[in-house]
C-alpha cells in the first residue's frame, strides 16, 4: 500500500469542468513545468498555478517544500519524456516518465483550460536496481498466462522448486498501486524474493502482473471495483494451478491491500478449486477498511507539517473522515462522483461492503499473519494487533511480528526514516526469516 505523501495530500482538491487546451501544448506545458523545478524556479511554477492549488500551497515556499519531497527521496530530476496525454472533466492530463539520479518515476500533471498547473502527482517509482537475478539454483520458473488469447491476457510466471512433486503452491496478490510480477517497488521486489526463497524451500506459486499494471486502459471507468483489480486475476491464477498435476494444495498469499482483501479473495479462489484451497498468508495487512489505512497515513504526514500548511492540510483530511457517514445514503451513480481520499468512491464502498474478520470466520480456513516492526503504511497497531483483536481466540491463526522488517518485507538497519527512503536500499531482500516461517506453517500443514 502506498503512503499518501504531502505532495499528494496537498493536490486532493475539486476540479471545477472547463474545456482543455490544445493536446500538443499540453506536453510541452508539463515538461516545461518539471524543468522550472528541477532549476528551483518555484515562484513561476507557482504562478501559473490555478487558484485552487494556489490556495493549496500557500506561496512559492509551499511548492518548494513539495518538490524538495520528491527529490529527497528520488535524487535530482535526469531525463523526461511524455508517456501518455489524455483529457477528463475538462482537464488535460500529462503523463510523463522521468529518470530521477536514485530511481524511475512516473508523474501525472493536470492543466486547466488556460494551461495553469492544477495537480501534481506521483503515479509509480521504481529503483533500477533490484537486486541480483543470477543465482537460479534451487527452482525452476516458466512463464504462464491468464486468460490467454484475449483481450486482457496477462503475463505471469509459474516458480517450482526442484524434485518431486506434487509441491504446495501460493497465488501472489498485490498491494496497492500498479505493479509488476514482482510487485517492483523503489529498490525492492518482494514477489520475486518470496516466490525464489519458497521455492527452495518446496513451496511453488504464481505472480503476475497486477491488472492495473497490465491494463490500465481497462481500469479507468468509474464502477471499477477491487474484484475488476484483484479477485479476478487471482481465481484465474488458482485455477492454472489447480489444473497443473505438479500442484497439491493451493494457499492465498497477499501483502498489504492483497492481504487486506485475503479473505475476501479466498473465498472466490475456493468456489473454483473447492477443497484445493488450504489456506491463506497475509502479510502486512490489516482487518479495517482501506480508507482508515488512509487516514493514519495521512495523520502521520500531518505530523511533519507546521503552521498554515498544517492547519490547511488538516481541513483536507477531516473533510474527507466526514465524507464517509454519507456514502452509504448514495446512489451507484452518485457514488461514482464522489472521491474517498483520492480513490473512487464507488470503489470504496465496494471495498468496505464486505467485513474482512466475519468473511475469515465464515471461510474457516487457518491463515498465516505476519507483520514488521518497522512497517509505518500498516502500523502494527492496525495490522497484526487489529487482526488478534478481531478474530476469535480459537480461530486457527498463526501471529508472527518481525521487529526489524518494513513494509515491503525487508529487514531495515537503523532507525526507519518513515519515508521511501527506508526502500531504498538496493540489497534489501525479503526477510529470510519470513520465507523460511511460511515455507514451515505451508509445508507443516
Not at 509459474?158 to 506434487?166: A, N, R, V
Not at 496497492?176 to 510487485?183: K, M, P, V, Y
Request: hydrophobic share 45%; aromatic share 8%; glycine share 8%.
Amino acid at each position: 500500500m502506498r503512503r499518501v505523501l504531502t505532495f499528494l495530500l496537498i493536490f486532493s482538491v475539486l476540479l471545477i469542468p472547463m474545456p482543455a487546451f490544445a493536446e500538443e501544448d499540453a506536453g510541452a506545458w508539463a515538461l516545461g513545468v518539471l524543468d522550472q523545478l528541477a532549476n528551483g524556479d518555484f515562484e513561476t511554477v507557482y504562478e501559473n498555478s490555478d487558484v485552487a492549488m494556489q490556495d493549496a500551497l500557500g506561496s512559492a515556499d509551499g511548492m518548494a517544500s513539495v518538490w524538495a519531497q520528491l527529490t529527497n527521496m528520488l535524487g535530482a530530476l535526469e531525463d523526461t519524456q511524455v508517456v501518455e496525454t489524455g483529457e477528463q472533466s475538462g482537464y488535460r492530463l500529462v503523463s510523463v516518465q522521468c529518470a530521477f539520479a536514485n530511481a524511475d518515476a512516473l508523474l501525472a500533471l493536470a492543466f486547466d483550460a488556460q494551461g495553469h498547473l492544477s495537480s501534481l502527482g506521483l503515479t509509480s517509482m521504481t529503483a533500477r536496481n533490484t537486486g541480483d537475478e543470477a543465482d537460479a539454483d534451487g527452482y525452476i520458473e516458466e512463464a504462464v498466462v491468464l486468460r490467454a488469447g484475449q483481450d486482457d491476457a496477462t503475463n505471469g510466471l509459474l516458480t517450482l522448486p526442484e524434485g518431486e512433486s506434487p509441491f504446495p503452491a501460493v497465488v501472489m496478490v498485490h498491494g496497492s498501486g500498479a505493479s509488476d510480477l514482482n510487485e517492483t517497488a523503489y529498490a525492492n521486489a518482494p514477489f520475486r524474493d518470496l516466490a525464489h526463497g519458497l521455492a527452495r524451500l518446496g513451496v511453488a506459486s504464481i505472480r503476475y502482473d497486477k491488472y492495473t499494471y497490465a491494463h490500465p486502459e481497462m481500469c479507468m471507468d468509474a464502477d471499477f471495483t477491487v474484484d475488476d483489480e484483484y479477485t479476478r486475476d487471482a481465481v484465474e491464477a488458482a485455477a492454472l494451478l489447480a489444473k497443473d498435476a505438479r500442484i497439491g494444495d493451493i494457499y492465498l498469499l497477499g501483502h498489504s491491500q492483497g492481504a487486506m482483501l485475503g479473505p475476501r479473495i479466498m473465498g472466490a479462489i475456493r468456489e473454483e478449486v473447492g477443497d484445493r484451497l488450504q489456506g491463506g498468508v497475509l502479510l502486512a495487512g490489516s482487518p479495517l477498511p482501506m480508507w482508515e489505512i488512509q487516514y493514519h497515513q495521512n495523520l502521520e504526514v500531518l505530523s511533519t507539517l507546521t503552521g498554515d500548511v498544517l492547519e490547511e492540510n488538516r481541513a483536507l483530511v477531516e473533510a474527507e473522515v466526514e465524507k464517509v457517514d454519507t456514502l452509504a445514503g448514495l446512489s451507484d451513480a452518485e457514488l461514482q462522483k464522489q472521491t474517498l481520499f483520492g480513490i473512487n468512491a464507488y470503489y470504496q464502498m465496494d471495498e468496505m461492503r464486505v467485513d474482512t474478520v466475519q468473511t475469515a470466520v465464515s471461510i474457516g480456513l487457518p491463515l498465516f499473519i505476519a507483520q514488521g516492526g518497522k512497517d509505518w503504511q500498516v502500523r502494527p497497531v492496525d495490522g497484526i494487533e487489529a487482526w488478534q483483536e478481531e478474530l476469535p481466540e480459537e480461530f486457527d491463526a498463526t501471529y508472527k511480528l518481525y521487529q526489524n522488517m518494513n513494509h515491503m518485507l525487508a529487514d531495515l538497519e537503523g532507525e526507519m526514516t518513515g519515508t521511501a527512503a527506508d526502500y531504498m536500499d538496493a540489497d534489501a531482500h525479503v526477510s529470510e526469516t519470513l520465507i523460511g516461517d511460511i515455507a514451515a506453517w505451508i509445508n507443516e500443514r
